[in-house]
């Protein structure tokens, strides 16, 4: 069956950097395109944008420019997030989501994962 | 960017209800319109895509309707295992947007 599978909660100072892993199994990888989505607390959801999981290319939304960083490890059908130089306003769980290429709703959806920045 | 308005932030209803809960575009979006459910401790599941088609596996008690700027969730017969939190989201353009959410609870 289709999973996305993603990596364990983090605890982080601000200023540091965080990888957040999102395992895809049962389809093929670079059939679909995998989106990047942010809830924080009491809040709702938020696009951050997606990786072309063909091609490698991340697309990113306009707040999420700058220290937020889409990439592959295509051979481990895994897709990553990072988030460099951590703020307090990065405390949130993020979610990984499978996509078409040509309809973008997400029809499988990762666990999530928080987030914690604290010092 | 499109917004979306769920104009219902809390919803409460009992077992055997019918609810509706709707979700608003600031421009017409087509049917291009998604809807979501959320569970403790489980992944988001899509209900319903193109406004109103049934994701494989969701229950026919659920149905979606609208299109341009309107649109509608609908839950005929609550079941216990339907309450929890619904949302909405536009793919008619990027940026991707979501309504605020519509949390059911039971009464």
């Known amino acids: 069956q289709i999973q996305l599978v993603q990596s364990g909660p983090e605890l982080k100072k601000p200023g540091e950097s965080v990888k957040i892993s999102c395992k895809a199994s049962?389809?093929?990888?670079?059939?679909?395109?995998m989106y990047w989505v942010k809830q924080a607390p009491g809040q709702g959801l938020q696009y951050m944008g997606w990786?072309?999981?063909?091609?490698?290319?991340?697309t990113y939304a306009d707040d999420f420019k700058g220290r937020f960083v889409f990439f592959l490890e295509t051979s481990a059908s895994t897709a990553y997030l990072q988030i460099n130089n951590l703020k307090n306003e990065d405390m949130a769980t993020y979610f990984c989501?499978?996509?078409?290429?040509?309809?973008?709703?997400?029809?499988?959806w990762g666990p999530g994962t928080m987030v914690t920045v604290s010092s | 960017d499109v917004q979306m308005t769920q104009s219902l932030s809390y919803l409460a209803a009992s077992p055997g209800e019918s609810v509706s809960i709707s979700c608003k575009a600031s421009?017409?979006?087509?049917?291009?319109l998604a809807w979501y459910q959320q569970k403790p401790g489980e992944a988001y599941k899509l209900l319903i895509y193109?406004?109103?088609t049934l994701q494989s596996g969701t229950p026919s008690r659920f149905s979606g309707s609208g299109s341009g700027t309107d649109f509608t969730l609908t839950i005929r017969s609550l079941e216990p295992e339907d309450f929890g939190l619904y949302y909405c989201?536009?793919?008619?353009?990027?940026?991707?947007?979501f309504g605020s959410g519509t949390k059911l609870e039971i009464k």
């Open positions: 989501a499978r996509c078409d290429w040509y309809y973008w709703y997400f029809d499988f």
């Open positions: 049962g389809y093929t990888f670079t059939n679909y395109g």
């Open positions: 990786i072309n999981t063909e091609t490698g290319k991340p």
């Open positions: 421009k017409s979006i087509s049917n291009y």
């Open positions: 193109s406004g109103s």
């Open positions: 989201q536009q793919y008619y353009e990027k940026p991707l947007t």
